[in-house]
């Protein structure tokens, strides 16, 4: 039944690959905890969500939404799932319908057939609900290439199309939230969700400069809101060391951050390698900032790490092991190796370490033995928007 189930989705792919806008679903179930399992999985794959509790709600949903896909909670009987396909039905429903049967449940087969009896495109009924499969199975409702060339970053601005993601660092003894990276998302509406990848350019374009006050505005604008949450949460940014050359650009950054007893500062990640060919001027920079409560942090540091050692003045923070030295750490003595040369200089610059990439339990051991002090990894969360991370880390720790 899996593999018809996903054979059967990907018919949807060519559908929903033409749309000229993002893919919309609707979350029809009873049970909150189910709506919100299928709102992330198909969140995280750049569908725009709405939500309804009940048949009668479906009407209006519809209409305001027009969704092209409807994921159908079975667990509210076979009548009013009936009802719901009726519904569908008259309003000339095109998309998809996604039936969810609950164990023990036997309603999906004559649910199915009805639905097929009224003309509705209906996909075999999903027995079982994870938060690992679910976001596989829903993967094939989105287009599979990659813009190319690259979207242009000034119509993403104009347009309000980039957003601010976040993932958790997590205190490798107590396994605690212990702060957030935010990193820029673009929802763009025929792509859906793009990494930086796809829309970041070269150092010297015009528009880097509006993206890097973007990424300030928008972390200090969610910091008050993961307050309002009843979390203060320290948050790190990604600015490039273009922006971070201009005086105007530091005071910026000073003016924009929030004036609140609660907020203790901001950690700005900068990549390693422009760290080290930019080193008098980041060291500056580094001492400059921390009097206005704004650190620098290493990222990405891996077998370059010699070039920061023997310094007299080390004014960064935190030096983050690239992931190309933490993923498979385990069963590698070499990157084993790399990684504990770069905990001895952070240990002896007194600076605190992160190691990126953690996605096993094996790797997780392993950085936690060694003595790392963050971790930063699927493992314990991926990316997410700040009100996806709101709900899942801030009310959980």
């Known amino acids: 039944m899996e593999s018809q189930n996903r054979e059967t989705m990907i018919v949807g792919r060519t559908i929903f690959g033409q749309r000229k806008a993002v893919s919309k679903a609707c979350v029809a179930e009873p ?25 009668a ?115 490798a003894r107590t396994l605690a939230l212990s702060s957030a990276e935010a990193l820029a998302r673009m929802h763009h509406p025929y792509w859906g969700v793009l ?61 924009k951050l929030p004036d609140h007893p609660a907020f203790d500062g901001l950690i700005v990640e900068i990549d390693a390698a422009d760290i080290i060919r930019n080193l008098p001027l980041m060291r500056d920079l580094a001492n400059e900032l921390r009097i206005h409560d704004i650190a620098i942090a290493v990222d990405d540091l891996g077998t370059d790490w010699p070039a920061l050692a023997g310094l007299d003045d080390f004014p960064f923070v935190k030096i983050k092991a690239d992931r190309a030295v933490v993923s498979g750490c385990a069963d590698d003595r070499a990157k084993r190796k790399v990684c504990r040369q770069i905990l001895d200089l952070a240990n002896g610059y007194g600076a605190r370490t992160v190691a990126e990439g953690v996605e096993t339990r094996a790797d997780f051991l392993a950085v936690r033995d060694m003595g790392f002090d963050l971790i930063q990894g699927f493992m314990f969360g991926k990316p997410m928007a700040a009100k996806k991370f709101a709900r899942r880390m801030l009310c959980s720790s």
């Not at 905890?33 to 299928?38: A, D, E, K, P």
């Not at 006050?213 to 948050?235: G, M, N, P, S, T």
């Open 31 to 55: 049970r909150r905890h189910i709506r919100t399992l299928f709102s992330d999985a198909l969140e995280e794959l750049g569908f725009m969500t709405c939500e309804c509790s009940a048949p």
């Open 57 to 171: 709600e479906l009407g209006a949903a519809l209409d305001a939404h027009l969704p092209d896909l409807v994921v159908l909670g079975l667990s509210v009987g076979e009548i009013e799932a009936n009802e719901m396909l009726k519904t569908l039905a008259a309003r000339k429903f095109g998309g998809m319908v996604l039936p969810f049967e609950p164990q023990d449940s036997s309603v999906a087969a004559p649910v199915v057939e009805l639905g097929k009896k009224l003309g509705l495109r209906m996909l075999p009924a999903l027995l079982a609900v994870t938060s690992g499969a679910l976001p596989y199975d829903i993967a094939a409702f989105l287009p599979v290439e990659l813009p190319n060339p690259g979207i242009d970053l000034g119509e993403a601005l104009r347009a309000g199309w980039l957003e601010l993601w976040y993932q958790p660092k997590i205190n």
């Open 195 to 255: 990494q930086p990848g796809c829309f970041v350019p070269e150092c010297n374009d015009q528009h880097l400069h509006a993206l890097s006050k973007f990424v300030i505005d928008q972390a200090a604008a969610d910091w008050r809101y993961f307050l309002a949450e009843r979390k203060r949460l320290d948050i790190s940014i990604n600015l490039p060391v273009s922006f971070l050359r201009r005086p105007e650009s530091l005071e910026y950054l000073h003016e």
